[in-house]
C-alpha cells in the first residue's frame, strides 16, 4: 500500500502543476521515482480500484494517467 500511495502522491503534485491534464507515464515514472515496467503493474492496480485511469499509446509503451473523480477525492482528502 505503501507504494501506491507514493504514485498516488505524486500524480497528486503533477496534478496540482497541470490540472485537467493527463499526466504522461514518462513524467509520473520519474516523479513517483519508479521503473517504468513496476509503475504500469502499480497504475493496473490503481485502474482496477476505479482511482485513475490509464490510457495507453498504440504497442502499450508509452501513455498517459489521470485521476478518476473519486481518485480525486481520495487523494485530495489523503494529500492536501
Same mark, same amino acid.
Given at each position: 500500500?505503501?507504494? &501506491?500511495?507514493?504514485?498516488? $502522491? +505524486?500524480?497528486?503534485?503533477?496534478? /496540482?502543476?497541470?490540472?485537467?491534464?493527463?499526466?504522461?507515464?514518462?513524467?509520473?515514472s520519474?516523479?513517483?521515482?519508479?521503473?517504468?515496467?513496476?509503475?504500469?503493474?502499480q &497504475?493496473?492496480?490503481?485502474? $482496477? +480500484?476505479?482511482?485513475?485511469?490509464? /490510457?495507453?499509446?498504440?504497442?502499450?509503451?508509452?501513455g498517459t494517467?489521470?485521476?478518476?473523480?473519486?481518485?480525486?477525492q481520495?487523494?485530495?482528502?489523503?494529500?492536501?
Open positions: 500500500m505503501t507504494v &501506491l500511495a507514493g504514485v498516488l $502522491e +505524486a500524480l497528486w503534485r503533477i496534478n /496540482a502543476e497541470w490540472p485537467d491534464k493527463p499526466c504522461t507515464l514518462a513524467k509520473l520519474k516523479q513517483a521515482q519508479r521503473p517504468m515496467s513496476a509503475l504500469r503493474r &497504475l493496473t492496480m490503481l485502474e $482496477e +480500484a476505479g482511482l485513475v485511469t490509464l /490510457a495507453l499509446d498504440e504497442g502499450g509503451v508509452t494517467v489521470q485521476f478518476t473523480a473519486g481518485g480525486r481520495m487523494a485530495a482528502e489523503i494529500f492536501a
